[in-house]
């Protein structure tokens, strides 16, 4: 389900996510305040400990950062440098 988390990347076996980032988020941010964006960060985050706790058998990690700040992105295109 979309709970207005932005995927960011998978690395290996991990799966990076934020919220805030979205042009909606800046401005639902801005209209309400930060801590209704990172709520929703949260709820996933409780969502995550529910799916923890149905699979006693199974090794799921969970590790959660927050970072606060202007974001900077970018792609690569063509050659890489040396």
């Known amino acids: 389900a979309d709970r207005g988390v932005t995927k960011i990347e998978t690395v290996g076996a991990e799966y990076v996510c934020a919220v805030g980032v979205e042009p909606d ?8 305040g930060h801590s209704v964006v990172l709520r929703r960060l949260v709820r996933v985050a409780l969502d995550v400990l529910d799916v923890r706790r149905e699979l006693p058998d199974e090794r799921v990690e969970f590790r959660m950062g927050m970072h606060t700040g202007p974001v900077v992105a970018g792609g690569g295109c063509g050659d890489r440098p040396p």
């Open 25 to 32: 988020d800046i401005e639902e941010s801005t209209q309400h």
